[in-house]
């Protein structure tokens, strides 16, 4: 038995090989720390139909498999480029025909480790196979000083961050053992049952060490179905992640000979500094694995017309007075969501065509889009790209292998039949629809929403996890063409607002749109907590000030968007000047402070934010700068401290951004330097600037 240790990024992977079983993994450490103690946990796992577990009937964790039993260690191979390393281990069963090939990826700059599996029939007969790990980890400490970390993301009340004690998550430590087996065979499970990949929790996770002050926060880059579990194993924890599995989403894959299939990737963050510290890790690796793009530099400001604005119901009069009044208030972008396209105000199950209403606008959508070009913006459209209404025509006019299909027959969701883009006639056809969008009306800016969710799709004879899979690598592929083909299009990635907020998707799409709420009080913790699923330059947050909102109401309504991607929208068309002009200075100051966003970390000066808290606080920041985000929800006037992002001592200036007109109390108390901030009674918020200044700087 042998230890096979490799160090990236700051983070050491510790390996067991062993000529009687699988390779190993005794942990993932920050640093260059020793190995953890204890038996180490499979690099992979591995199933096929009846071939079921050995050495151990756990209760329903997904190891330890009889196939995963027969893997032998066979090399390891380490690529370099510039953009970081790879470790490849490879694994083979010659009695099974299988060859299993792990890469861990670091990108350079980065604290995080991608892992993905490639599971190939080296044999003769075909192979079917049930589950394949994509992330495998133990090593975290003992059970008692750790906390578990998962994010509820329901519609309209998303990025509810809970922590959990192990026991309190149902994992308990059984030692002393007396079998060897090491584990009360429960687990913890986390799963995306559907195509909406946080449409009930995100695909984001964490350990933290409370003692020792380490985190590991990982992600599942998948647009689709995903699982990951955590069980208690000899004492700490394990943690296992995937894509979809037999067990929880119908999936398997039959390889012919010579075929191989490929996991989701993970990416997992092993770092100091606790849970902020792995926040702060996958941001910086985030926007490493993302598209670049001068929209993810500039931050332009988007205008929509949808929320609590004309809902869906637009047209050419309307839109008229409304682009004038986005151009008056800053805006850079400006985007005609749902309805464009449809003569009937009932169009939720006509959708498909995507061409303009010549009802909604009698001149012709050019003309309004030459309206919003001629008033110094980029017009925008909203788009459903994978869904056409079961009363549209389209359905007529496309082949059968072009929907989802529930044994032979078309899934119906909500009004709406589901395209598979595997189909070459769905994409040609969608390609079509795009280059018309962008190239003959000038549209430079899409919003790609996705407002069902399905288990899958039989088609093919396949199980409906299986094509699922199929249909969302099919899909990104679609994308990548997209943006080979216009490189300028700004792409938002929208499912009822957060419903597949994923890096899969976020590493191509510029923006995310971070929920449907339409309650500015209740979108605060919503947008307070975004950055730990999303890049600041990338979180979409709605502000929707509206005419007899006072001033406090309408400044609140401004923060909640104004350390994100500003989506403004409301009826700004109606406000006397007043109003205009505070949405106007709103967004002047957001300008002024925008390149912070695109560079600095988020920090949550009083923690992840609970959906009733009274006060909510995110800053983001340099090493000089920093804007904070402060909101105060209580009845009464109340004060809160917060301490800052620099725990050093170093002096620091402080000033209101916004709104600079209403009442604020600020002090910074103590030589620690924490920021004492007073406001009146809820709804309020502010944004304040920190310049932190090294000692005997004078200016």
Known sequence: MNTLSWTAGGIAVHLVTDPAGPVRVLGMVPGAGPAPAGPGVALVEVDCPGEGRLGNSTSAQHRPYAVTAGLRYTGHTEESTSDGTTLWVEQGDDARGLRVRTALEHLAGTEVIRVRSEAANVGRAPLTLTYVSSLAVTGFGPMEKLRLHEARNAWTAELRWQQLTAEQAGL???????????TAKGRHAVTAAGSWSSGDFLPVGAVEDLERD????????????????????????????????????????????GESFTTVPVAIAATTGGLAGGFRALTRYRRAIRRPAPDLERLPVVFNDYMN???????????????????????????????WYADEGTWWDTVGEWEPSTVRFPHGIEATLRRITDA?????????????????????????????????????????????????????????????LVGELGAGYLKLDYNISTAGTDAGGERTGAGLLGHNRAFLAWLDGVLARHPALVLENCASGGMRMDYALLSRTALQSTSDQKDHRRYAPIAAAAPSAVTPEQSAVWAYPQPGHGPEEA?????????????LSGRIDRMDTGEAKRVRTAIE?????????ARGQPHWPLGLPGRDDPWLALAVHDDH????????????????????????????LVRVLFPADLPTGTDLAGATGALRISLPAGPSARLIRLQRRTRGETS
């Not at 401290?641 to 725990?647: F, I, M, R, V, Y």
Request: include cysteine; aromatic fraction near 10%; glycine fraction near 10%.
């Open 172 to 182: 308990v430590d059984i030692r002393p053992f007396d079998d060897g087996q090491g």
């Open 214 to 257: 380490l985190a590991w926060v990982w992600q599942v880059e998948h647009c689709g179905a995903w699982h990951w579990e955590l069980g208690d194993h000899h004492g700490s924890l394990y943690l296992q992640a995937a894509g979809p599995t037999g067990r929880e989403h119908h999936w398997r894959a039959t390889l012919a000979p």
């Open 309 to 339: 604005c004309l809902d869906g119901d637009a047209t050419e009069a309307d839109l008229g007075p409304l682009i004038d009044a986005a151009a008056e208030a800053g805006a850079e972008y400006f985007v005609l969501d749902a309805g």
């Open 376 to 436: 110094g913006m980029t017009p925008g459209l909203w788009l459903e790209p994978e869904v056409v209404g079961v009363r549209s025509p389209v359905v007529d006019q496309l082949p059968a292998g072009a929907f989802f299909t529930d044994s032979g027959v078309r899934v119906r969701e909500n009004g709406r039949f589901h395209l598979d883009y595997r189909c070459a006639a769905v994409r040609e056809r969608m390609d079509r629809v795009v280059d018309r």
């Open 555 to 567: 400044s609140f309504c401004l923060v909640n968007a104004m350390l994100g991607r500003v989506h």
């Open 589 to 597: 100051v957001y300008k002024r402070h925008r390149s912070l966003l």
């Open 625 to 652: 700068d920093c804007v904070l985000a402060v909101w105060h929800r209580g009845t009464t006037a109340g004060t809160v401290t917060l301490p800052l992002p620099w725990p050093d001592g170093d002096p620091v």
